[in-house]
């Protein structure tokens, strides 16, 4: 995932204009290129965390939405941050953009790693995640079967790692929410 134009500088206004078909995500004004299509394993583990969080909150006020779903993280000042999640749970209706995307930091992501975004997966979103308050962050690894989650606190980001035996781990942002990794990670 490498950056376009990186001397140039663009906001959510510019990103807006953009008509050329392909997927971007705006990070500091910094513009990066979305992977093309997503691999079988990518969607499978997509789909899966994403039917176990929508079912999980039928009848909740929390919400999950899958990519392409903008998130702008810094709408109220700069806004110069859009990013698409791969998953995501908003709880504060107030965050929903009529419809089209999410103003504010979501309370909960999950990014799933590909050979292009392990780096920025792994350290630019997490850093711009922890900054903006996301109070959780699941960095998924489809080749290893391995999940890292990040757990917002005062101090920062406290990670723990899972494999794929780890049938329930909890989705701290989200009380009584468990997320089975058997089946998340089952057929690949």
Not at 97 to 118: M, N, Q, R, T, Y
Request: charged share 25%.
């Amino acid at each position: 995932m490498e950056a376009a134009r990186k001397n140039e500088y663009f906001t959510y206004a510019d990103y807006c204009n953009w008509e050329d078909g392909e997927r971007w995500e705006l990070i500091d004004g910094v513009a990066y290129a979305m992977s093309p299509g997503a691999s079988f394993g990518h969607q499978s583990i997509s789909g899966e965390i994403f039917g176990q969080l929508r079912d999980f909150l039928k009848g909740k006020t929390c919400r999950a939405f899958a990519a392409p779903f903008d998130v702008r993280l810094n709408a109220d000042g700069a806004d110069d941050t859009v990013v698409q999640p791969d998953v995501l749970v908003v709880c504060d209706k107030s965050k929903l953009e009529g419809g089209k995307g999410v103003i504010g930091a979501p309370d909960f992501i999950v990014e799933i790693l590909s050979p292009s975004s392990l780096r920025h997966d792994m350290i630019i979103k997490k850093r711009l995640y922890q900054q903006s308050g996301v109070r959780e962050y699941w960095i998924v690894d489809p080749d290893n079967k391995i999940l890292t989650t990040h757990v917002l606190t005062k101090a920062g980001y406290v990670s723990r790692s899972f494999d794929e035996q780890d049938d329930g781990v909890a989705v701290e942002a989200l009380e009584g929410c468990v997320i089975n990794l058997v089946d998340v990670f089952e057929g690949l």
